[in-house]
């Protein structure tokens, strides 16, 4: 499966953002998704998960609360709503898609993930 990862930007602290990830080429409800990130010089990290079908999420402690992560199965899409962002939150955040689902506390670890888009930078300022 092939993804897109959009909306990026820049926003001060306080502020939103919208992520969007296009999916093609496969079945996109076969897939759970997942939203990393990575700030420079660190690793890539869990950010939140969502099932195929039945909606169930997961969340990183870091952004629970603030993000909210919900998929369109008929768009073949996959969003990220970010609010309340802080300067910390600055990373390029990747979608990925995984045969093995998502949505649960499995769902953090990145080898799960089989297919990854390109990322989109978030930069937050003070």
């Known amino acids: 499966v092939q993804l897109q990862a959009s909306g990026g930007g820049l926003v001060q602290a306080g502020g939103s953002l919208r992520l969007s990830c296009a999916a093609s080429g496969r079945t996109f409800s076969n897939y759970g998704m997942g939203w990393f990130r990575q700030a420079p010089g660190k690793e890539r990290e869990f950010v939140a998960s969502?099932?195929?079908?039945?909606?169930?999420?997961y969340y990183a402690d870091s952004v629970k609360g603030r993000f909210t992560i919900s998929r369109d199965n008929a768009k073949n899409t996959v969003t990220l709503q970010m609010n309340s962002l802080k300067p910390e939150d600055t990373a390029v955040y990747y979608c990925?898609?995984?045969?093995?689902?998502?949505?649960?506390?499995?769902?953090?670890?990145?080898?799960?993930?089989?297919?990854w888009g390109q990322g989109t930078q978030v930069t937050v300022s003070s």
């Open positions: 969502i099932s195929r079908s039945d909606g169930s999420t």
């Open positions: 990925a898609a995984s045969v093995l689902g998502g949505g649960s506390i499995s769902a953090q670890a990145v080898w799960r993930y089989n297919y």
